[in-house]
Nanobody
């Protein structure tokens, strides 16, 4: 069974930064594309960023381009989301997800999900 565990969320002031981590159990981490999604209060889940198994290909939502960076360390079975210049609208529960397919904007293409970590950005 594949398990994903996110960490690194918290409360930060607008303009601040956070780095989220997601550790994936199992020995096939480097076979998965990984994605980050988020769900704000009263909102639907939305795509944030994704990365290919090699790290050579990345996707970003327009709302986070230039502020967030996704990366991975296959030796540590970990994917990261570095977030800079945070805004109150970034407040959400952030989820990581793993996919056997290519990186995608669509949550339905991901096979495994973590429980999420809360990010709250105060104004």
């Amino acid at each position: 069974q594949v398990q994903l565990v996110e960490s690194g969320g918290g409360l930060v002031q607008a303009g601040g930064s956070l780095r989220l981590s997601c550790v994936v159990s199992g020995r096939t981490f480097d076979s998965y594309a990984m994605g980050w999604f988020r769900q704000g209060p009263g909102q639907e889940r939305e795509f944030v960023a994704a990365i290919s198994w090699s790290g050579g290909s990345t996707l970003y939502a327009d709302s986070v381009k230039g502020r967030f960076t996704i990366s991975r360390d296959n030796a540590k079975n970990t994917v990261y989301l570095q977030m800079y210049s945070l805004k109150p609208v970034d407040t959400a529960v952030y989820y990581c997800a793993a996919s056997w397919r290519a990186p995608s904007y669509y949550g339905t293409t991901y096979d495994y999900w973590g429980q999420g970590t809360q990010v709250t950005v105060s104004s």
